[in-house]
């Protein structure tokens, strides 16, 4: 069974730029997370998705996170204008039903400069 | 809001010693999830536990959720180097999941 693919695994951007995270998840997932992870904390959800409508996005700083998964399936994170404290890593997660076990993608290494 | 306290943050052992993290919930939870992150990993699910009192063993590590279901821990015996990682805790509340700041194992050189 395919895991939960991410890309890029990598990202150096410079402060006020945008930059755009693709997480397709476990066929057959219809919770969707993404997770902002800080070096040294836990994760912090940022978005949950049942499906394509948004569960839970009160972490989600909206003036510059936006998030989407259109047809249900996989899903876009993307920051714009991006923030040296937006350095972190960026975490995608499905479950097959919501709030249980949940399955991670590498993730995103995003560091702003 | 629901908090989840995780402790120890940090616990150093001598390969072949115990190792125990717990999580304390001040609310009843309804289950509780268990998750290892390796360093420059991503978090991979070990557990969860549902039930009042239940205790679950996956080889070296025995997990416990507390017969009032406010607390749980992870012990993992006799602990080897593919031990290290941080272990997080994560409880269902009010539609999310909420996570615990995680317990670092490190094994003395």
């Known amino acids: 069974e395919a895991g939960v693919a991410q890309s890029p695994r990598y990202k150096i951007i410079e402060k006020r730029q945008s930059v755009a995270f693709w997480c397709n998840p476990i066929s057959g997932h219809a919770t969707l997370y993404w997770y902002q992870q800080i070096l040294g904390q836990g994760p912090k959800l940022l978005i ?16 510059r996170f936006s998030a989407e998964r259109l047809k249900g399936v996989d899903s876009t994170l993307k920051i714009q204008p991006a923030k040296l404290e937006d350095s972190a890593v960026y975490l995608c997660a499905s479950s097959l039903v919501e709030r249980r076990a949940a399955f991670f993608g590498q993730g995103t290494r995003l560091t702003v400069v | 809001g629901q908090q989840v306290m995780q402790i120890p943050q940090y616990q150093h052992v001598q390969e072949g010693e115990d190792f125990t993290t717990y999580c304390n919930s001040s609310t009843t939870l309804s289950n509780i999830q268990w998750y290892k992150q390796r360093p420059g990993g991503h978090p991979v699910f070990l557990i969860q536990l549902v039930k009042s009192g239940e205790v679950k063993k996956q080889k070296r590590l025995t997990f416990q959720f507390g017969e009032a279901k406010k607390n749980s821990s992870l012990h993992i015996t006799a602990t080897q180097t593919t031990d290290v990682g941080t272990y997080f805790c994560a409880v269902d509340s009010n539609y999310q999941l909420i996570w615990g700041a995680g317990t670092k194992l490190i094994i003395k050189p």
Do not use: I, Y
């Open chain 1, 48 to 63: 949950q998705f049942q499906n394509n409508g948004v569960v839970d996005d009160s972490q989600l700083p909206k003036d």
